[in-house]
Every structure is written in C-alpha cells, then in structure tokens.
C-alpha cells in the first residue's frame, strides 16, 4: 500500500540515493546532501512496502506562488500512479498555504500537461512582485524568472505553471 508522508531527515540518503541516476543524466541538477538536510521540511516521500519509491518537494516562491521541485520515482516503480499521487499531495500542500499558483521546470512535459500544467513563455508576476523576486539568491527562482545566470540549468526543459 501506497503511504505519502512528510520526509524526515533519516529519509536524506535514500532520496539522494533515488535522485542519482536522474543526476547522473543530468535530468536533475544534484544537491549537496547539506542542502537536502536543510530543505527537509519541504519535501515529502513516497512509501510503498516500507521502501521510499519516490518524493518530491514544495518551495514557496511568493505570497500565491510555489514550485514543485524535484518530483521523482523510483525507476522500478513508475507508472504506478505514484508521481500523481505525490503531485497531488505537493499541490493540497500549496492551497493549504493559500497558494494560487504552482510552477515547475521539467522535462516531463506530458506528465504535467496532464496534470493541468500549461507550457509558460512569460513570467507571470507583475513589475513590483518581479523586483522583489530578482533580488533572491535561490536559483529555483532564478529558473522561474528566467534569469541568464541559470540558462545552462535550464536547457531543454519547460517552464510550465497551473493554476489551483
């Protein structure tokens, strides 16, 4: 049975571990394990036979705004419904903040366009929310404002956004 719950520390090597082959080809940028450690409490995992098979993570952006970041599976449990399930519970996560808006940069364009992700060519943030945005050091942002100093991070994936 498929459980979804909020990471724990102890959860950081395996998530790590799950992440490898997708960093490995470059489908994921790799975290330092420090890093992972202090977002925790961002992510949450996907539990099936007491085995994490996959997790994901929420970054509050902005008043209405939050990334999915990282939504990955186990690669001997795909298409088992799993990374719907752990979208799901990252967006009830954002409306229950009073998140309006959920963005997320990914390759997987077919996965979140049917999960009702439109493809995004603009920043849909207004003049003053951009300047408060620019001045954040956090490259996800950098990502979502689609900032020069990320383009080689971004290469090949898609901007996309869905409205709660």
């Known amino acids: 049975m498929l459980q979804i719950r909020s990471a724990k520390t102890s959860d950081v090597p395996v998530i790590s571990k799950v992440a490898l082959p997708l960093v ?11 890093e992972a450690y202090g977002a925790i409490q961002e992510f949450i995992v996907a539990e ?16 209405d705004l939050a990334e999915v970041r990282t939504l990955v599976v186990d690669e001997g449990s795909k298409r088992q419904g ?4 752990l979208l799901a519970e990252l967006e009830q996560r954002a409306e229950d903040l009073g ?22 060519s603009d920043v849909p943030v207004d003049p003053e929310t ?16 689609d900032l020069a100093r990320v383009k080689q991070n971004t290469l090949g994936n898609s901007r996309m956004l869905k409205h709660l």
């Not at 099936?48 to 902005?62: C, N, S």
């Not at 951009?130 to 404002?145: I, K, N, P, Q």
């Open 24 to 34: 490995e080809s470059r489908v994921l940028l790799g975290k330092e394990l420090v």
């Open 48 to 63: 099936k036979d007491d085995k994490v098979v996959g997790f994901g993570a929420l970054h509050v952006m902005w008043e």
């Open 82 to 85: 799993i990374g719907r399930a």
């Open 99 to 120: 998140i309006k808006r959920v963005f997320c940069l990914t390759f997987e364009k077919e996965f979140f366009g049917a999960n009702g992700y439109q493809v995004i």
């Open 130 to 145: 951009y300047a408060e945005l620019v001045r954040s050091h956090d490259d996800g942002v950098a990502e979502f404002l």
